[in-house]
Nanobody, 126 residues
Framework: QVQLVESGGGSVQAGGSLRLSCAASGFTVNSKFMGWFRQAPGKEREAVATISSGGGSTYYADSVKGRFTISQDSAKNTVYLQMNSLKPEDTAMYYC???????????????????WGQGTQVTVSS
């Protein structure tokens, strides 16, 4: 049974840092494209960062480039999102997901990811 469990969210002041973790079970994280997405109230879910199977390639939304880093630890079967220089506009529910659609489905489109965690809240105050 596939399961994704996020942790590490919380409240932080602008300029601070958080590291989100996504523990996977039922499959190995280095066998699938993995991603972090976020959704703020009243907004659509958007891709934050994704990492290829095996971790060789990473992709970021323009809004987080240079501030966020996605990585994976195969031994722990966990994907991470290191978030630095946080801004109030980063406030959202953050979700971990595994890509289930084929290569012609974009690595930055939520609809291409079929396995999702329950989310972890990140709140950044100014």
């Amino acid at each position: 049974q596939v399961q994704l469990v996020e942790s590490g969210g919380g409240s932080v002041q602008a300029g601070g840092s958080l590291r989100l973790s996504c523990a996977a079970s039922g499959f190995t994280v280095n066998s699938k494209f993995m991603g972090w997405f976020r959704q703020a109230p009243g907004k659509e879910r958007e891709a934050v960062a994704t990492i290829s199977s095996g971790g060789g390639s990473t992709y970021y939304a323009d809004s987080v480039k240079g501030r966020f880093t996605i990585s994976q630890d195969s031994a722990k079967n966990t994907v991470y999102l290191q978030m630095n220089s946080l801004k109030p506009e980063d406030t959202a529910m953050y979700y971990c997901a595994a890509k289930t659609q084929g290569v012609y489905c974009s690595v930055m489109r939520p609809v291409c990811f079929g396995y999702w965690g329950q989310g972890t809240q990140v709140t950044v105050s100014s």
